[in-house]
Nanobody
Framework: QVQLVESGGGLVQPGGSLRLSCVAS????????MGWYRQAPGKERELVAS???????SSTDSVKGRFSISRDNAKNTVYLQMNSLKPEDTAVYYC??????????????WGQGTQVTVSS
């Protein structure tokens, strides 16, 4: 079956860094667009950053210049490097995989989430 397993979350002080990893199994990883979403208490889940199967990247304005997404198709892994972390980055971070067929979203999977807490 399909699994997306996140790791790397934790407690970090403001200004610190974390790197999240998401290992995928059960899918042809290189064919999927990958993304990181986050959900803070009382807020809706939001897209943080994404990377297409072709390697094109995008991120939400609030993390530009601080967060970077990358992927290693040989390891079936997508990463989120988070620098200069702020308390408002505190959330559960979710890995997401999307497969498009003829430009239409065909299949989507989610990981279980990893908690990131930014606090002094």
């Amino acid at each position: 079956q399909v699994q997306l397993v996140e790791s790397g979350g934790g407690l970090v002080q403001p200004g610190g860094s974390l790197r999240l990893s998401c290992v995928a199994s059960g899918i042809i990883f290189s064919s999927y667009g990958m993304g990181w979403y986050r959900q803070a208490p009382g807020k809706e889940r939001e897209l943080v950053a994404s990377i297409t199967s072709g390697g094109s990247k995008s991120s939400t304005d609030s993390v530009k210049g601080r967060f970077s997404i990358s992927r290693d198709n040989a390891k079936n892994t997508v990463y989120l490097q988070m620098n200069s972390l702020k308390p408002e980055d505190t959330a559960v971070y979710y890995c997401n995989a999307k497969y498009y067929y003829r430009s239409v979203l065909s299949t989507e999977y989610w990981g279980q989430g990893t908690q990131v807490t930014v606090s002094s």
